[in-house]
């Protein structure tokens, strides 16, 4: 496998305070359910995400459930800073989840989902629910805080028939005593389609200085960088880091960091070991047939804007082992090249 370059010439020099943490830059991993697994996670940090966040966790699994969701606690050696991301539908089930959650954690802070728009979710009380349920929003703040770690709702842009507009929701949040709101600038109706409001976003950045992480429609370094222009301490890169795995690398890169070359034209070879690592590190920690699934998710992005590369998705196809897959990618060198 070919070793990898260091992602930056130079180090960071100018840290990013984000929401009680002080991180390296202001670009995040945002919550992915279904894929900012441990293994992801150190992926994207590899490639230059300050701080990443679990997927969402149901805290009525964590209390009541066989011990399958205590695993998606996990942090994995090396992780950078990491939020988890709970999601109930009372702020009881949720105090005392985190209560287990939080007992010597290594997590540096602690995210509520208010914003999740599933009908499975919506069902429990939990997720953008909790958007009808303000008192019940900001009582689930003020429990938390009381635990110590920095408390991250994440919150979307409030419609106007919700009993609170986007600004009241917010001011409530930071009253309870959040240290930060992620704001997605989507209403729960529009799921994750249309797109995202980015004046939302700037008018709560403006009312809630350094308060206000923003989400949505982040797929190239100046939309993250047109946020964080407008006063928000960070940003969460979440679809975008998924169809293009160099976008942090490259939003550094825009805002003037020192990053290896590699990492903004990044060659076949580069692409090649990258793959063969991810899918290595996820079959080895979720077994063979969860890396393949894993490394396809990933594949498109991946080998993007290379000629031979839909040959490579199409054979890829084909496997549902990692290890047969690999053999393919690693294989795969020969037919993989830049268009010029
Ligand atoms: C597949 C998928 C899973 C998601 N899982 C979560 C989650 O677990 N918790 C959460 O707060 N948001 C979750 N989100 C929302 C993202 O964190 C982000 O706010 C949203 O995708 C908007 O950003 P984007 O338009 O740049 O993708 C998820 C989104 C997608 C597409």
């Given at each position: 496998m ?85 999601f ?7 105090a ?18 208010m ?6 979710v919506?069902?429990?009380?939990a ?12 009582a ?22 919700y ?26 109706a ?29 797929y ?50 580069l692409r ?54 690999r ?14």
């Amino acid at each position: 496998m070919t070793p990898l370059p260091p992602l930056l010439n130079a180090p960071l020099s100018v840290p990013a305070e984000v929401g009680g943490l002080t991180l390296e830059s202001p670009l995040l991993l945002a919550p992915l359910a279904g894929i900012t697994i441990p293994p992801l996670r150190l992926f994207f940090a590899g490639l230059g995400a300050a701080a990443v966040h679990t997927e969402m966790i149901s805290c009525a699994g964590l209390l009541w459930s066989n011990g399958k969701t205590d695993a998606m606690l996990d942090l994995l050696p090396g992780e950078p800073p990491a939020v988890v991301q709970l999601f109930a539908g009372d702020r009881d089930t949720l105090a005392r989840a985190a209560e287990k959650v939080l007992k010597d954690t290594p997590y540096k802070a602690v995210g509520i989902n208010m914003a999740c728009p599933m009908p499975k979710v919506l069902k429990k009380g939990a997720g953008s629910r909790l958007m009808k349920r303000p008192e019940e929003a900001f009582a689930m703040v003020a429990a938390l805080v009381k635990m110590g770690l920095p408390v991250w709702p994440k919150i979307r842009k409030c419609p106007p028939d919700y009993p609170l507009t986007t600004e009241e929701f917010c001011r409530g949040l930071l009253d309870a005593g959040a240290s930060l709101v992620c704001l997605h600038g989507r209403t729960p109706a529009q799921r994750y389609a249309g797109d995202a409001d980015r004046e939302i976003i700037r008018e709560m950045a403006a009312e809630f200085p350094g308060r206000i992480c923003a989400s949505g429609d982040v797929y190239t370094p100046s939309q993250a960088v047109g946020y964080l222009e407008m006063g928000c301490p960070a940003v969460l890169l979440a679809r975008g880091a998924v169809a293009d795995p160099f976008l942090f690398a490259k939003t550094l890169a825009f805002m003037g960091h020192d990053v290896h070359n590699s990492y903004i034209n990044p060659p076949p070879d580069l692409r090649i070991s990258l793959m063969l690592r991810l899918g290595d590190s996820v079959s080895g920690y979720m077994g063979p047939r969860i890396g393949a699934l894993f490394a396809k998710r990933i594949m498109a992005g991946m080998f993007k804007g290379l000629r031979g590369s839909a040959a490579l998705r199409r054979k890829a196809a084909e496997h549902s082992c990692w290890t047969e897959l690999r053999g393919v990618i690693e294989q795969s060198d020969s037919c993989l090249e830049r268009r010029e």
